[in-house]
């Protein structure tokens, strides 16, 4: 099977990206792999921190480990906002593809010595890992907000990402470029929709050279992430879409089944309301046309 390097080119010369999707639990697991296999494409799992802490580090890799040889289907893991290396270090003994070293809430030049030595560090744990840098802000916290904080002092510039990639020696470079953790109120209910910088991010992608990430990607319009691709972003990451998807399915299961007791059959409701939403952004990502014979 090839590399996760090798699918983020192969999307970059085709002008998709690669979903990555956070999973907490097996619900959310099983719902993200049987989209990316009805679709046939690669998709990134992750989990924050405090994911990894519910489910298990060693015990993820495990799962997803043995998805992939069973199915032979290119489903990598992500360690998503690492925020010290003692726990970088920990998921890349355990076998994650990639690890994103987030250091953003430091000043700049912290921010650079830190992850430089991370760099450093998880290579020489293993060299095919790829490590991912953030600079700028753009919030804490993939959950409902009632009012969107002003990020519009931390937007990355490409002076700064220039000097980040080349300082640290990162694979991948995480931008603020109007994304945002979490939805608001409003973007549940459809109501509004995120809007990014795309210009912001041609520009960053000229001067850093490296593959992008788009980070707090729910709630962002179809439009914006369509260019934002082709600005140059290759990773695109969903997180509250899925858990409001979860929550709602799971209560349409427990309304169906309201005497039920037994979880496996309470559970498909979240799982397939999952799926939908999972299926929906890999076609936007990988081009809604290259699906339209198999729909």
Not at 166 to 184: C, F, I, K, Q
Request: net charge negative.
């Amino acid at each position: 099977m090839n590399s996760l390097r090798d699918y983020l080119q192969e999307a970059q010369e085709s002008g998709k990206a690669i979903g990555h999707f956070n999973i907490s639990d097996l619900v959310l697991l099983k719902a993200v792999f049987a989209a990316a296999r009805e679709l046939r494409v690669p998709v990134l799992v992750g989990l924050s921190e405090g994911e990894r802490e519910f489910v298990g580090v060693r015990e993820i890799a495990a799962v997803v480990r043995s998805l992939r040889e069973e199915f032979d289907f290119p489903m990598f893991l992500n360690a998503d906002h690492t925020h010290s290396l003692a726990k970088a270090v920990e998921a890349a003994k355990a076998g994650f593809d990639s690890i994103v070293f987030d250091m953003s809430a430091l000043p700049f030049d912290e921010n650079v010595r830190q992850t430089k030595q991370a760099v450093e560090t998880l290579k020489a744990i293993n060299p095919g890992m790829l490590v991912e840098g953030e600079i700028g802000d753009i919030g804490t916290g993939s959950e409902i907000h009632e009012q969107a904080p002003d990020l519009s002092k931390g937007l990355s510039t490409p002076e700064q990402a220039k000097q980040f990639v080349e300082s640290t020696g990162v694979d991948v470079l995480a931008p603020a470029v109007g994304n945002m953790h979490g939805m608001l109120r409003s973007m549940v209910s459809g109501e509004t929709k995120r809007h990014l910088d795309i210009g912001r991010i041609a520009n960053i992608k000229r001067a850093a050279r490296v593959f992008l990430t788009l980070h707090g990607g729910s709630g962002t319009a179809d439009e914006d992430l369509r260019n934002a691709i082709a600005a140059g972003i290759n990773i695109v990451h969903i997180n509250t879409e899925l858990r409001v998807a979860w929550r709602h399915g799971l209560e349409q299961g427990l309304a169906k089944h309201p005497d039920e007791v037994v979880p496996y059959k309470i559970l498909p409701s979240a799982v397939d309301a999952v799926k939908q939403v999972v299926l929906a952004r890999l076609k936007l990502f990988n081009g809604e046309r290259h699906f339209t014979q198999g729909i």
